[in-house]
Structures are given as C-alpha cells and as structure tokens.
C-alpha cells in the first residue's frame, strides 16, 4: 500500500512570508497528525484530526499556524506569517481506526526561514 | 501528563557490538510506548511498540526493548551492531486511552564505527 505523501520535501522563504504544507495519509486512515521537529529535538505534535475534525490543537500557534482537513482525507498546514523559530521539519503521519496506536510517517517537509 | 527522557544524545559502539539505547518515561496512566528510527531526510519507522502484552517487545532488524514498570524504563537494545543500524532513534509514549498522540523523546544518535 502506498505511504503517506507530503509535498514539498523542501521549501525555503524569508520571514514574514506565508508558506503551506500538504499531507495525503494512508487511504483509509481516520487519524491524521502534524508533527513540528526542530533540528536537535524529538518531533512535538501540533494538532491531531479524527476524520475532517479536531480532536488536539493545544499545542498549535493559533495566531500563526492554521491546518484544515477537508472530507476526512487530505490535510494542509499553513503558516502565516513565518518567524525565524518555524524552520523545523514537519512531519505527517496517520494511523487507523483498527490500530490507533501505530502512526505511519511521511517522510517530512524541510521548512528554513531565512 | 505523559514524557520521555533519553539518556545518551549520541551513543558510539564498534561494529559487533552490543546496541544499548536508553528511555525512561513518566506517565500517570498506563503507558503504550515506541521506539522509533530515523535515517537522513527520512520519516520516522516504527521499531517495535509495547501495547500492554508481553513485557519483552521484538522488533524489526533485530531490535528488541523491555518494558520495566518498577524502573519507568523500556531500553531498547541489539546483540551485534552493524553499520546500517547508523541512525537517529527515538522513543515515544502514548497513554493507554484517549489522546493517541505520540510524545517523543529528544533523540539519541547511533555511531556504528567499523
């Protein structure tokens, strides 16, 4: 079976700029995750979807961050405006209904803020 | 409240040699937990997982962990080291009900030195 897909793999932009990630999960996987991993650290998680709603945003930046998943399917991070601190990798992953415990990971877009 | 502590940000062992990686976890519910891998400008792969049933948990590549509950620990180890086995490994919890989410510790680099 095909693996979660994130597009870009890289993206460089200035501060202040907007920039949006996309994430296509394993077909059939209700849950769907955002993950931020700075250079050096473990990934954090930055919001968690149960279909096409929220089940965990507390650790998002809502003045800056904001992520949609329309139809239960696709997801888009967007970041708007970017600060310096943003340049991470953020990583996509899924898990399903029948084992909610095992995530499968994308293979990550690279953010650098300049 | 859920976290992870890995000792050891790099670890160095000769080719042959026994692999110890550390992890100790807090949790104030029954923990699932995870070791995870990660090869350059890769995602992360699931190693093996402890989901509550045997305390000795088996892997892929030969990997294997102990879930100790009197230590708060699940170490994650391998008789013999080879080269291929040069990666980032982390280790992660999830509680054993609700919130699904994976909190990860902060990474500890593998060196495998011929």
């Known amino acids: 079976e095909a693996g979660v897909a994130q597009s870009p793999r890289y993206k460089i932009i200035e501060k202040r700029q907007s920039v949006a990630f996309w994430c296509n999960p394993i077909?059939?996987?209700?849950?769907l995750y955002w993950y931020q991993q700075i250079l050096g650290q473990g990934p954090k998680l930055l919001i968690q979807?149960?279909?096409?709603?929220?089940?965990?945003d507390s650790q998002l930046p809502k003045d800056r961050f904001s992520a949609e998943r329309l139809k239960g399917v696709d997801s888009t991070l967007k970041i708007q405006p970017a600060k310096l601190e943003d340049s991470a990798v953020y990583l996509c992953?899924?898990?399903?209904?029948?084992?909610?415990?095992?995530?499968?990971f994308g293979p990550g877009t690279r953010l650098t803020v300049t | 409240a859920q976290s992870v502590t890995q000792l050891g940000s790099h670890v160095s062992v000769s080719e042959g040699a026994l692999v110890l990686l550390r992890c100790n976890y807090s949790?104030?519910?029954?923990?699932?937990l995870f070791w995870y891998v990660q090869y350059p400008n890769q995602g992360l792969q699931l190693l093996l997982k402890y989901t509550s049933a045997a305390t000795l948990v088996k892997g892929i590549n030969g990997f294997e962990a102990e879930f100790k509950k009197s230590e708060t620990s699940f170490h994650l180890t391998k008789p013999s080291a080879h080269m291929s086995d040069a990666a980032e490994y982390f280790c992660?919890?999830?509680?054993?009900?609700?919130?699904?989410?994976?909190?990860f510790g902060s990474g500890t680099r593998l060196q495998v030195q011929p």
């Open positions: 992953a899924s898990s399903s209904q029948t084992d909610t415990y095992e995530q499968y």
């Open positions: 992660a919890v999830s509680a054993f009900t609700g919130r699904r989410a994976l909190t």
């Open positions: 949790s104030s519910v029954p923990p699932y």
């Open positions: 077909s059939g996987h209700a849950t």
């Open positions: 979807f149960q279909n096409n709603g929220v089940v965990d």
